[in-house]
């Protein structure tokens, strides 16, 4: 099948697996990147083994498996629990993820701050071993527990029947939608993700309606912080992150992200911003199979990529479509799933 199947459950070491490659992965250390890459490799091998596994032999028979994995897989089955999951949980693990949840801090920085001595999020308060945060960092360390919880559907909804009447008396043609976890139904979001977009058949476009509508939606108290301004607003296609709440007392932050894209790409824009990201990496698999390659704005054929680094396009390639979800999931001959139906 080309979306995630029911394969996941039949493997129950895969979890603890995954718990032990993701602390790996934390870590700082070359040996620690190697032995989550070869858990990752294990891990992959186990989810396409198509029967439980049920014995140490059976485990080490699986290619890619070797004996310290398979005797991992062994305790997950006997005890539930994998020990060398509680040893390799150390300190530095603990700390750079707490400080990864601060916005705009990667890995890099996150160890930076632990290597100059700061453990909590006070010591960075604190500027503890002179450690220097930049302005969204600043911000992200403020509202810390606000964006790190989600908020209920209810008050995405509340939100954005406030930003909607605001954004249309700009323009009454613009196309204004809420995407991601909302559109696809969930109970709660992580933030807000508003697609806006315009009609081009009267000769006008929504150049620099960002600019407008931003200051509008910061006087009303809707819009609250900044956290990525697009570089010219006068482009179609533009992002803009920040922080937002609903205009009452004792209302919390929220996470939010405007989207502008040409009136051409909206399909292509609304397939993507809905997700979720892995729906997302199956559809560019299986686009990619065929010899498409899907993106935000499009549906393309004849992308010609750098051998060395596939990142790099060396031909931007013809658009095949781009207007509408239905089209491109007909040509990438995947049968059409409501957004509520794109889940991993
Ligand atoms: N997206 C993606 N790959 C990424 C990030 C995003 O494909 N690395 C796409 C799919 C997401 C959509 O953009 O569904 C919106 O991104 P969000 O990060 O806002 O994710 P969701 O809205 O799906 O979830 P959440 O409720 O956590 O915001
Ligand atoms: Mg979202
Ligand atoms: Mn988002």
């Known amino acids: ?17 995954q718990e032990l490659q993701e602390l790996h992965k934390a870590k700082v250390g070359e040996e620690d990147h190697w032995r989550a890459y070869s858990y990752n490799k294990s891990i992959r091998a186990i989810r396409n083994y198509p029967k439980r596994i049920r014995s140490y032999s059976e485990a080490r028979n699986i290619p890619g498996v070797g004996d310290k994995t398979a005797l991992k897989i062994m305790e997950i089955l006997s005890t539930g629990d994998l020990r060398r999951i509680n040893y390799e949980r150390t300190d530095d693990v603990e700390v750079t993820r707490l400080f990864q949840g601060i916005y705009g801090v990667g890995q890099s920085t996150a160890f930076k701050w632990y290597a100059a001595g700061s453990r909590t999020l006070d010591d960075l308060r604190n500027q503890k071993g002179g450690v220097c945060l930049n302005s969204v960092q600043v911000i992200g360390l403020q509202h810390y527990d606000d964006i790190n ?5 209810s008050e995405a909804k509340a939100i954005f029947d406030l930003i909607k009447p605001l954004a249309l008396s700009l323009d009454p043609r613009l196309f204004v939608e809420i995407m991601g976890s909302y559109r696809r139904g ?32 910061r006087k009303e108290g809707i819009i609250t912080e900044d ?6 607003f006068k482009e179609l296609e533009c992002v803009y992150r920040g922080l937002c709440r609903l205009p009452q007392e004792g209302s919390r932050r929220r996470r939010i992200d405007f989207l502008t894209v040409p009136w051409e790409s909206r399909g292509a824009a609304l397939l993507y911003y809905t997700g979720d990201d892995i729906f997302n990496r199956a559809m560019r698999l299986k686009a990619n199979k065929m010899g498409y390659s899907l993106n935000q704005r499009g549906l393309f054929t004849g992308v010609v990529r750098d051998p060395r680094d596939s990142r790099i396009k060396n031909n931007e390639g013809t658009l095949v479509a781009s207007e509408t979800e239905q089209e491109i999931f007909r ?9 509520h139906e794109r889940i991993r």
Do not use: F, Y
Request: aromatic residues 2%; contains cysteine; hydrophobic residues 35%.
């Open 149 to 153: 919880s989600r908020m209920p559907r």
């Open 1 to 17: 099948g080309w979306t995630c199947d029911s394969k996941e459950s039949r493997q129950l070491s895969i979890p603890k697996l």
């Open 331 to 339: 040509i990438l001959n995947v049968p059409w799933q409501e957004p």
């Open 227 to 232: 956290l990525a301004i697009p570089g010219d």
């Open 186 to 217: 969930k109970l709660d979001c992580g933030d807000i993700d508003i697609l806006i977009t315009r009609p081009i058949d009267d000769d006008k476009t929504h150049s620099g309606l960002l600019a407008r509508l931003l200051p509008i939606l």
